[in-house]
């Protein structure tokens, strides 16, 4: 399984850091993508890494904000995202194929 952690409360214009780890899932050689749900809203891609790290992907509505990164070694996936804003409020998966963490809620509010 897949386990996002680091969402949280930030004020607009402030940064936070996700990450994701494997559990009995191996992220190795694998695409992997952070997907996000807004409030009463559908699923959004936000960004994808491929297997070996070197080719990422973004969202238009992030582009320049968000930084994907992926540690193999220890099987892991972050995001860095900085300038946050209203619009950037959801819950935040990992996605691996059919394989989905349970979501970190990342709440961005004055």
């Known amino acids: 399984r897949l386990v996002e952690s680091g969402g949280g409360l930030v004020q607009p214009g402030g940064s936070l850091r996700l990450s994701c780890a494997a559990s009995g899932v191996t992220l190795d050689d694998y695409t992997v993508s952070w997907v996000r749900q807004p409030p009463g809203k559908g699923l959004e891609w936000v960004s994808a890494?491929?297997?070996?790290?070197?080719?990422?992907f973004y969202a238009e509505s992030i582009k320049g904000r968000f930084t994907i990164t992926r540690d193999n070694a220890k099987g892991t996936l972050s995001l860095q995202m900085m300038s946050l804003n209203f619009e950037d409020t959801a819950v935040y998966y990992c996605?691996?194929?059919?394989?989905w963490g349970q979501g970190t809620q990342v709440t961005v509010s004055s």
């Open positions: 890494i491929s297997g070996d790290g070197y080719r990422s």
């Open positions: 996605n691996r194929g059919e394989y």
